[in-house]
Every structure is written in structure tokens, then in C-alpha cells.
């Protein structure tokens, strides 16, 4: 995708490759994209999730409430944009007394998996996966799971976030969410320890992406030159649509 927060002088475009995948890489590289930044798939799991209070999900109307945090939240990340918020998925908000404490968008989604990681492939071809518990940590031939973004609150509100994500989950009767973070998001790194992601995310562990980009205007003296092209600052933000 592209971002609407282009840097002085290029608009850039981007690409989420995971690291493994060399064939994309290639491809990528191939029409003029290199890595700019790291990121990571992280998961969020529950074997039995549980709905939670205090948690409400917002109209079109009332989420206008929410986009100028987004935008101010969010103002040093590449690529963040609001497009299309207000049509897709559901959003999901924690108020306690009437304030407003913490917000994610929340998409539903299935994946067709023709491959599994290693050692889940073994538990997978043994039979275990339908053992009480496994099954709910092992994904079917059709993996269908809950997309978290656009994640919103204060420092001290992170657990108000993660009652958020186990609320989605009881609801729509799943057990995993996946969200996508640039490594140099502070927020992110804040995040990762200020939630308990659940014991897939402790397995599995996170999946490590490349952030490929490329430059699509020579503005500058630099740029004319030959010269790479300076890649914004700060980190990119992730919209799950792009991933899913």
C-alpha cells in the first residue's frame, strides 16, 4: 500500500514481506523495492476467551469521537490514514465512567493454510491436534482469526486494549488475533510487554517481516543524482487490509 504521509520529497510505496519468504523478496526487489524497516506479525490468543465490561462497540457516527486521537496518536507514523475506517470492521472501545479509555478496529478474516510451521506440522500429521486445548492452538485448512489495528490508548491503559481483543474473540467465537507492528514503533514495544499475548505468541513466538519500500518522485538534488531516496522517519504504520 501507500501512505498519505509521503516525506518532503517522495511518495513512497510499501510492501510487508515475511523475512522467509525469498520469493516475494526477490520479486520485490526486482521493480525497485529494498528494506527500510523491520516489523513483526505478533499474535494474540486465548484458549478460552471471555467477554469482558465496560467494552461497547461504536457506530460510524460516534467513531468520529475517535479519529482525531488516531491522528494525533499516530502522527509520526508513514503511511497511517483514516480511508475507509468508518465502512470496515467493527470498532470496539473501553470507557470507564464515561471516558474514553482505549479503542481497536477489529476484521474478521480466513486464511487458506497450505503450511504449517514445522513443529506444528508434526503435532498436526500425529493426530494430536484434536486433543482438548491443542485444537484451539492449531490452525485448520481454513485459519480464521480476528486482525487488530489502529490500537488506541493511554500508557496506563494497555489492559483496557487487551480486554478489548479477548472481548472480540468471545464474541465471534475464535481463539487468535493477529496484529502487525513496525519494531521501531515505541507504542509497540510498550505493548509487547504491557499485555499478555497468550501462550500461541509464547510458542510461536513473533514473525518477522521486511518493510520494503520505493520511492515514486526524484524531487531533490540528491534524488536526481542517483542517490537513494531519504525514507521517512518514524515508523510505518501497519493497516491490517494490506496484510490480510
Not at 59 to 67: F, N, Q
Not at 166 to 177: C, K
Amino acid at each position: 500500500g501507500s501512505g498519505d504521509r509521503p516525506s518532503e520529497s517522495s511518495i513512497w510505496a510499501y510492501a510487508f514481506v515475511e523475512c522467509k519468504n525469498l520469493r516475494s523478496i526477490q520479486l520485490c526487489k526486482r521493480f525497485g523495492f529494498n528494506t527500510q524497516q523491520h516489523a513483526a506479525t505478533i499474535l494474540f490468543h486465548r484458549f478460552r476467551p471471555k467477554p469482558k465490561h465496560g467494552i461497547h462497540q461504536l457506530s460510524g457516527t460516534e467513531l468520529d469521537e475517535v479519529i482525531p486521537k488516531l491522528r494525533n496518536f499516530y502522527g509520526g507514523y508513514s503511511a497511517f490514514h483514516t480511508e475507509g475506517l468508518k465502512e470496515q470492521g467493527a470498532h470496539w472501545v473501553y470507557r470507564e465512567n464515561d471516558e474514553l479509555k482505549a479503542y481497536a478496529r477489529v476484521m474478521r478474516h480466513q486464511w487458506d493454510i497450505e503450511e504449517l510451521p514445522g513443529y506444528l506440522e508434526v503435532v498436526k500429521k500425529c493426530k494430536l491436534h484434536h486433543l482438548p486445548f491443542i485444537k484451539d492452538m492449531i490452525p485448520s485448512d481454513n485459519f480464521e482469526f480476528l486482525s487488530f489495528d489502529y490500537l488506541w490508548c493511554k500508557p496506563e491503559n494497555a489492559p483496557n486494549l487487551q480486554a478489548i481483543m479477548e472481548h472480540a474473540l468471545s464474541l465471534e467465537g475464535l481463539h487468535v488475533g493477529l496484529s502487525w507492528w513496525a519494531l521501531n514503533s515505541s507504542f509497540y514495544q510498550s505493548l509487547k510487554k504491557d499485555i499478555h499475548w497468550g501462550i500461541l505468541n509464547y510458542i510461536q513466538g513473533q514473525v518477522p517481516l521486511f518493510i520494503m519500500g520505493k520511492a515514486y518522485t526524484s524531487a531533490t538534488e540528491k534524488e536526481s543524482r542517483g542517490e537513494a531516496a531519504d525514507f521517512p522517519e518514524g515508523p510505518v504504520f501497519i493497516n491490517a487490509h494490506d496484510m490480510t
